[in-house]
């Protein structure tokens, strides 16, 4: 049995998926999130405690998982009235799970520091809900190389491989450039399925066809057919995929890098959120090269 109590913040998709995977180590999990709704999809496991507020996670677990949505959430559940700052002391671990701003990242795990002596790991992690609940994420992992081996054990249960990169933020940026690669192959794996249906192709052949040369991939062979399906169930929001195209911009801006196929990618998904397929999968992205349901 495992005695280690674990604080989780954040029951969204990919939290939900991370707490059952957690707690099949049998860690004593005391999980929030603030809509309460959302706890109770866990009150039938044991090991799984549901919190009514932010202060009882931080006076009773020194490590506290984050995995929230945004960067402004980061910082309320940390820093505001109720947060974890309240309590945190130079034994508390933050170990954020979330894809926020580097920068801001950085400035969070200083003032945390400063005010309570308290450690901030960030450890964004990448492959969906899916592969959270297998275990198989990989996460890239920034901050205090000694207190990631603190929290190592929890990052091997939950990843097939973490990587450390350096400082804090160090693993931020490395999500950035994961979501690069990963959101601009939506929009082109879409311009693909769409022409192949011009052309009559049956592109449910084409993950297969396709696996030994060089367009094979794991993004292939997993949102390809639920494009070309029309399944549009989320395993990620459409939302979440234009808050991380926002943030790869105004990173890149601030180092003055071009990122002219993200900026692309980032007008196509701004087009269908303001066409209210927030709550879609970012999959729905090819409802843009439909002539039939051009927005």
């Known amino acids: 049995m495992n005695n280690l109590s674990l604080g989780f913040i954040g029951i969204g998709l990919m939290g939900l998926s991370l707490v059952k995977r957690l707690s099949y180590f049998n860690y004593k999990i005391n999980a929030y999130d603030k809509n309460l709704e ?7 496991i044991s090991n799984i405690r549901l919190n009514k507020n932010i202060s009882e996670i931080s006076k009773n677990n020194n490590i506290i998982i984050l995995c929230l949505d945004k960067t402004n959430s980061v910082k309320e559940v940390v820093f505001g009235k109720n947060g974890i700052v309240n309590n945190a002391n130079a034994n508390t671990i933050i170990l954020d799970l979330s894809t926020t701003l580097a920068n801001e990242t950085i400035n969070f795990a200083d003032q945390l520091n400063k005010k309570t002596g308290a450690s901030w790991i960030d450890a964004p992690v990448s492959g969906g809900p899916d592969k959270a609940l297998e275990g198989n994420l990989a996460i890239m992992v920034g901050g205090d190389e000694k207190v990631v081996e603190t929290v190592k054990p929890i990052l091997e249960a939950i990843s097939s491989k973490f990587t450390y990169f350096g400082l804090s933020g160090s693993g931020q940026i490395v999500k950035m450039i994961n979501q690069i690669i990963v959101l601009n192959n939506y929009a082109i794996l879409a311009e693909a399925a769409s022409f192949a249906k011009a052309w009559n192709v049956d ?7 396709l696996s030994d040369g060089h367009a094979g991939s794991n993004l292939l062979n997993d949102l390809f057919p639920r494009i070309v399906n029309r399944d549009f169930a989320p395993k990620g929001y459409a939302s979440q995929i234009l808050k991380d195209l926002q943030m790869v911009s105004k990173l890149a801006n601030s180092k003055n890098t071009p990122t002219p196929m993200s900026s692309l990618t980032k007008q196509l998904f701004t087009i269908l959120i303001n066409s209210a397929k927030e709550n879609l999968d970012g999959t729905s992205i090819v409802k843009l090269y439909d002539s039939k349901e051009i927005i």
């Open 203 to 209: 592109a449910k052949k084409i993950p297969e066809a």
């Open 38 to 44: 959302k706890l109770k999809l866990l009150k039938k």
